[in-house]
């Protein structure tokens, strides 16, 4: 299946916490002075237009990002690529992981990204190619699979799917753990969304099982309009950068004011 567009959801409280952590590990990783991979599975087209008629028609901006901007301080990394992207692209604009990510990278990190979507494809290689990037239109858990381990070794791998395959559930935890294998010494970290009949439970346990030393952080929010299913956002992490504790339990804090 390849319906899922993520324009109708750019800027949503789950891309707060999503792309809120993801800013923070590059912005710690990149403290050394050693290069280091970034890869990503399912990538999307990098930019969105909030003023967009997908995004307004949704209006899940209003109620993630529009909200949640004033958490941030200046110097925070999350704060400091939007700030990039909207001085690059025009007030409304607002960044997928991509274009966090290339940033906060640096001139000697490489960046592979895949999308399947043959339109979202087509999108992120105009916006990426200018930084850098490595784009492929070929599946995401292929080219992890097959990349893994990358050259530097040291990086990261963020896996994005949008789980309209129902099977993503069960097949993930076991797909992780090869890759995993192959790549012990990479940040891999894993972006789900909690719905409200709590499908994500199976896979989180199973993964807790197998990698007990990895980071699982969950927030709630309110659905973004009435019936909405999705009323959170998980981030599984495995290898979590010292430090990232700390951080995300001050994520926690904001949510759980909402």
């Known amino acids: 299946m390849l319906s899922y567009q993520h324009a109708y959801h750019a800027g949503n409280m789950a891309d707060v916490h999503k792309h809120a952590i993801l800013a923070w590990m590059l912005a710690y990783l990149t403290r050394k002075d050693k290069p280091l991979t970034y890869m990503e599975t399912h ?16 209006g899940e901006a209003a109620q993630g990002i529009e909200i949640a901007e004033q958490w941030f301080s200046a110097d925070h990394p999350y704060r400091q ?16 992981s991509p274009l966090v990510a290339a940033h906060l990278l640096r001139p000697t990190d490489p960046l592979f990204l895949t999308e399947l979507h043959p339109q979202e494809f087509a999108a992120l290689k105009e916006v990426m190619t200018p930084h850098r990037a490595i784009c492929q239109q070929r599946d995401g858990w292929e080219m992890a699979l097959s990349q893994c381990p990358p050259e530097p070794r040291r990086g990261m791998l963020l896996i994005d799917p949008s789980f309209e395959v129902k099977a993503d559930y069960k097949t993930i935890p076991k797909t992780i753990g090869q890759i995993h ?49 999705m009323v959170g956002s998980g981030m599984f992490v495995i290898n979590p950068p010292f430090g990232l504790a700390d951080e995300v339990a001050w994520l926690s804090v904001k949510f759980a004011a909402l």
């Open 181 to 229: 294998r192959k790549w012990g010494v990479g940040v891999i970290a894993l972006w789900y969304p909690i719905l409200t009949d709590q499908t994500h439970v199976p896979m989180i346990s199973a993964l807790q099982a197998a990698h007990p030393d990895a980071l699982t952080h969950e927030v709630g929010f309110p659905p973004a309009r009435p019936g909405h299913r």
């Open 43 to 58: 990538a999307g087209r990098a930019l969105y237009d909030l003023q967009s008629s997908a995004a307004t028609k949704t």
């Open 81 to 96: 690529a939007l700030a990039a992207v909207r001085a690059a692209h025009g007030a409304q604009a607002y960044p997928g």
